[in-house]
């Protein structure tokens, strides 16, 4: 058991290995030379590895926006840094978590073989939250003994990676840059509802990436200096609004406003630019891999893959959809204040950032204008109430919660929170 739980926390839980692991099968089926395998495999996991570097680092350059924004609402709530939360969340279910996660996973790959729904959940980091995610409501929430606790929870998580993936690949076709795969993050409801909106108010609306720019603008339309420039200009703005002085004294290390906002913006601008990188590495080795592993061990399937992907196609969408999930988010907070709500949250700015602009994204690509805005609108205040809901629910999960809660957690937990406690009450 022990080496067990060894490969699935230190081995699968890192998706890096899995993208590796499938890079090599994908590779081995079509009888590639081993310079080949070798070549194409550490180029795809390094590729990847800049992805996820690259939007972790995104994230956390996020971060100092946070306690500005919380001085700004005269809001006091501590946030606990990542790994720390991520320490905190897992005592108690750190085992059963492991466990459902690795059944979780093999259900998937069954789901895939054995049924229509041919997609393969490749998104690792996700799914292992997710299944910390589903452990925390069943233990906290029922009275379940460890076995049928892990049975349930691996059919649920592998359904989950499978259903999710099915249901945003047919709207792959809408969007650039999105051929060849599906996604597998956890902002899925979000995507399905801001392309479903979209439809709803888009009609006649432009495609938000088409702004007509004065020439002399042009440069903006190029991805990394467009972000670089937006986010330095929203640090200023709201450092400004925080008060210089005390973003000096309590955010910035004593570094004046002006300089910590570009060099902030620079931070950004820089992990887009690696993130960017790692999509084009990534993708020109795993996807005719995958189609190996698709010929010759899962016919016609198609790999889920995050969200950072298509950021490259869509610099206008991204910063959009975050601006609007933020703003919607902190208008959330603020009802929920007023209301005295006995959950005291606050937006989190690492998925409020990714889930924005995929839903804006998507949104765009069904509606427009109006589709990316409405739909990014939507998932900020699915952001900010469905944590509201979720967090009493899950019991010691609650601190990585209140970090990396993206959508997906914030729409099903609740949901299935509930489905809990009715089928307890009878």
Known sequence: MAFILYI??????????????VIIIGTLVQKKSWNQIISSTLKGMIGFLMITTGAQSLGMALLPLQPMLARIFNFSISMPNIEKAQMQSMEGIGTE?????????AINILLARF???????????VSFFYAGLITALLKFGTDLPTIPLIIIGAILLGCYMTFTCAYIAPLMKNVKGGKGFTLGHSSSIGILISAGIGKLVGRGSKDLEDLKLPKNLNFLRE???????????LFLVITLIAGPEWVTTHTSNGRDIVSFSFLSGLQFGLWITVIITGV??????????????AEKVIPNATPGLDIPLLFPYYPTSVIVGFLMSLVSGLIGMSILGLIHYPVVVFPALIPTFFTGAITAIFGNSTGGRRGAITGSLLNGFILIF???????????????????SETDYCFYGPLLGLVLKLMGMI
């Open 386 to 404: 469905g944590q509201a809901f979720l967090l009493p629910m899950i019991g010691t999960y609650e601190p990585v919660m209140r970090i990396l």
């Open 280 to 293: 084009r590495m990534m993708l020109s080795e795993i996807i005719p891999a995958f189609h190996g592993v």
């Open 115 to 125: 049924t229509r729904f041919k997609y393969v959940h490749l998104s690792a980091h």
């Open 223 to 233: 991805m990394t200096t467009a972000l670089t420039l937006v986010m330095t200009l």
């Open 8 to 21: 699935i926390n230190y081995i699968f839980n890192q998706a890096v290995f899995v993208i590796g692991l």
């Open 97 to 105: 978590m492991a466990l459902i996660f690795a059944f979780g996973f």
